[in-house]
C-alpha cells in the first residue's frame, strides 16, 4: 500500500496563492493515479483535480478550472495542486488520493483506495 502526507495549507485572504503537496511513501509512486478532494463544513467531500500515472493528462472540477494546477513528480513520489486566485468558497480540508493506475488513461475523479488524512485551507475575505 501507499501512505500519504498532506502540506501547505494555511490562512490566507481571497486572492492569494497557495501550494499544497502530498508526499507518498510505499509503493512506486508512479504505479498511481492521484486526485485532490475537498471537503468543506457541512458538505460532501469533492472531487478538485486528479492526474495520470505519468502526468500527461489531467481533470478538474469546474469550480477550479483554470484557478488550480495539479502536476507531480515521480522521482520525488509528490504531487501538488498550485492554487490561485484563491476564494473564501475555496475554504476546506484538502485531501489527496492514489489508486492503481492500470491504464495509461486512468484517472478517477471518484472512488480512491489511499487516502491522506487532509491539510486545512481557510480563505478570508
Known amino acids: 500500500q501507499v501512505q500519504l502526507v498532506e502540506s501547505g495549507g494555511g490562512l490566507v485572504q481571497a486572492g492569494d496563492s497557495l501550494r499544497l503537496s502530498c508526499a507518498a511513501a510505499?509503493?512506486?509512486?508512479?504505479?498511481?493515479?492521484m486526485g485532490w478532494f475537498r471537503q468543506a463544513p457541512g458538505k460532501e467531500r469533492e472531487f478538485v483535480a486528479g492526474?495520470?500515472?505519468?502526468?500527461?493528462?489531467?481533470a478538474y472540477s469546474d469550480s477550479v478550472k483554470g484557478r488550480f494546477t495539479i502536476s507531480r513528480d515521480n522521482p520525488k513520489s509528490t504531487m501538488y495542486l498550485q492554487m490561485n486566485s484563491l476564494k473564501p468558497e475555496d475554504t476546506a480540508i484538502y485531501y489527496c488520493?492514489?489508486?492503481?493506475?492500470?491504464?495509461?488513461?486512468?484517472?478517477?475523479?471518484?472512488?480512491?483506495?489511499?487516502w491522506g488524512r487532509g491539510t486545512q485551507v481557510t480563505v478570508s475575505s
Open positions: 488520493a492514489a489508486d492503481v493506475a492500470y491504464s495509461e488513461s486512468y484517472l478517477p475523479t471518484g472512488r480512491y483506495e489511499y
Open positions: 492526474i495520470t500515472w505519468s502526468g500527461r493528462n489531467t
Open positions: 510505499g509503493r512506486t509512486f508512479s504505479n498511481y493515479a
